[in-house]
Structures are given as C-alpha cells and as structure tokens.
C-alpha cells in the first residue's frame, strides 16, 4: 500500500508539472478619481483593445470620491492604492497625516502650462469691478479653503496688498454653482474651471480679472500618489499599469481619434458631446504630460506659497516624496 501511495504521489506531482506554473491572478489596482474630465482616470480604461496588460497583470477599480481629502483617509487606510491628489493635499498628508511614506508617482493635469488652458477668476463684464484692487471690501467664491483655485485667488490678491477677513471675505460655492452664484451677484468673483468657465464665456455676461498662471505660475494641480510600500511590493504589475496609462492618455490626446474619445467621454458623463467637442483633449483644455510624468518643479513652487500663505507649517523637499521610476520605465517601453 505504501509502493501504491508513493506511485500516486509521483503521478500527482508530474501532472502538475506538466500543467505549468499556475497563472498569477492580476493585480487589482485601486484608483480615486474625482472629476472628468480633468482627471481622466474613469475614462482611460474604456477602450481595452488599446492596452496591453490590461487583465493579464492588474485589473483597475476607479473609486470615485468627491475630492482629495478622503482619498488620503483611504490611501493611508489601506483602502486605495492610487490617489488623486491636489498639490495642496500631499502638503498636508504629509504634515498633518504624517504620510513620510506617501510618493508622486504620475501627472494627472497641470494649469497654467504655456500655450494651454489655464482657470479663470471671473466677474460680471458690466459690473464694477475692473482691476484687483476694486476686490476690496468683496465676496469671493472659492470651491474649498486650501485648494488650487483658493490659493491662486489669495496669493493674487496679497500682492496687491488685500487681506482675507481684512479687505474680502470668502466663502464656498461649489463649481457647478459659480456662474449662477455670480450672474446673481451673491459672489462678486468666481473661480471657474473647465468645463463651466467654457460655459460662463458665451453668453458675454462674464468676463475674465485673472488667471490662475497669472496669479501663480505653473500648477501641478492634481496628481497621483501611493505608498511606497505599495510601489515595491507591485514594481512590475505596476509598470505595465502605468505603460497601459500612458499609452491610453496619448490616444485621448492624439486629434486623429477626437471624435471617438468626445463620444466616449460624452457617454461616461452623460453629457451632450457638444458640451466638449471644440476644447476637450485640445490646447484649449489642462495639459497633461504625454509621459505621465509630474511636473516637479511645479509642484514645488506650489507648496512655497501654500506655506507662504499660511496654509501649510513646513518646508518640504519634493524630491524625497517621489518616485518616477515607474512612469519613466513605462514610458520608454513606448518609444
């Protein structure tokens, strides 16, 4: 009986050697996003026949929040895998969540790039405000205290010598209620981004007072970030992730396929593909780094006047928060 165990145990272990290794099963990478088409990420996996790796060595789940905030809740909870960040919000996970963990790894869009679009702080073209200084005594409308769109309006409006709480006071109006809050007088400026502020320019009864560029420069606005714990434990999967990503984000960028990516974005969101048709994917649209890469130099800035602003205590090397390697290795596959 014990020859007999023994001859089974052999034919067993051939048998599976025969068969192969088993396959790994692909790794499920969890995604925040918030809003498209700023962010892409919801939409840039809807065309497989595009990638690559897709199914084979990961697999994407796009977890929609309703900003940045949470994701660092679920990114330092172990409950998302990729972040979509405000440049503010890694400031402050690294600050205030004490993220020394937390890595940039990929662009998702940056404002105010040269020869592209840039958000708008809008008034009402009759109206009487004509220069920064008549924003005195006022109330601005900003989407949330410390975001992008905030933080441009201050550091604009300090350098023309005008205080919160001092001069103005601010209060917060969702994007999608800018333009109403404005066309109503219930705000005297507005900080508008794509797609509203295409939107607020073509019935002429806005007008733009500044830009975002104008007021700060280059911005890093959002962009993806993980644990680097994460990173090492997933470096392979995570290559072909972001290899499929850049690969997807030049088709959506690439004006041979606009019409097809305007239909597939007007069906995501359920919109009109009118509503984008004549600037989305275009130079009248956020740039978006065709590598994927981040713009560092940005993001540094960025969080200077954060701190400068009062908006965030330390000092912060962006070079120690970020690892590129993967986006670069999965850029150069493509070349």
Do not use: C
């Amino acid at each position: 009986m014990r020859r007999y165990s023994f001859i089974g145990a052999m034919l067993a272990l051939a048998a599976l050697l025969a068969s192969g290794p088993a396959a790994a099963e692909p790794l499920k990478v969890r995604v925040g996003w918030a809003v498209v088409p700023g962010q892409l990420t919801a939409i840039l996996f809807l065309k497989p026949e595009i990638l690559k790796h897709y199914g084979t060595s990961y697999t994407v789940e796009a977890v929609k929040f309703r900003g940045s905030a949470p994701q660092i809740t679920a990114l330092a909870a172990g409950e998302l895998d990729l972040a979509a960040l405000a440049f503010s919000s890694v400031g402050l996970a690294i600050q205030n969540a004490h993220m020394d963990d937390i890595r940039v790894v990929a662009d998702l869009y940056q404002d105010g790039i040269e020869g592209y679009y840039t958000s708008e702080y809008m008034v009402l073209a009759d109206g009487p405000i004509k220069t920064i200084e008549d924003l005195k005594g006022k109330v601005l409308a900003s989407n949330g205290i410390g975001g992008a769109i905030d933080m441009a309006m201050r550091k604009i409006l300090l350098d023309h010598g005008l205080k919160e709480k001092r001069d103005y006071r601010i209060v917060e109006v969702e994007f999608p209620n800018m333009t109403a809050a404005l066309k109503q007088k219930k705000v005297d400026l507005a900080g508008e981004v794509t797609p509203f502020s295409i939107a607020a320019h073509k019935d002429g009864v806005l007008r733009t007072l500044f830009t975002l560029q104008g007021a700060m420069g280059p911005a890093q606005t959002t962009l993806l970030a993980a644990r680097a714990g994460f990173l090492k434990d997933h470096r392979a999967q995570l290559v072909d992730f972001f290899e499929d990503w850049i690969r997807a984000t030049r088709w959506y960028l690439d004006p041979r396929n606009h019409g097809e990516a305007v239909d597939i974005l007007a069906g995501f969101t359920k919109t009109p593909k009118a509503e984008f048709d004549d600037w989305v994917f275009t130079k009248k649209d956020y740039y978006r780094d065709p590598d994927g890469k981040p713009n560092m130099a940005a993001l540094a800035s960025n969080l200077k006047v954060q701190k400068e602003l009062g908006l965030l205590d330390i000092d912060i090397d962006v070079a120690k928060y970020a690892d590129l390697s993967l986006v670069e290795d999965a850029a150069t596959r493509l070349k």
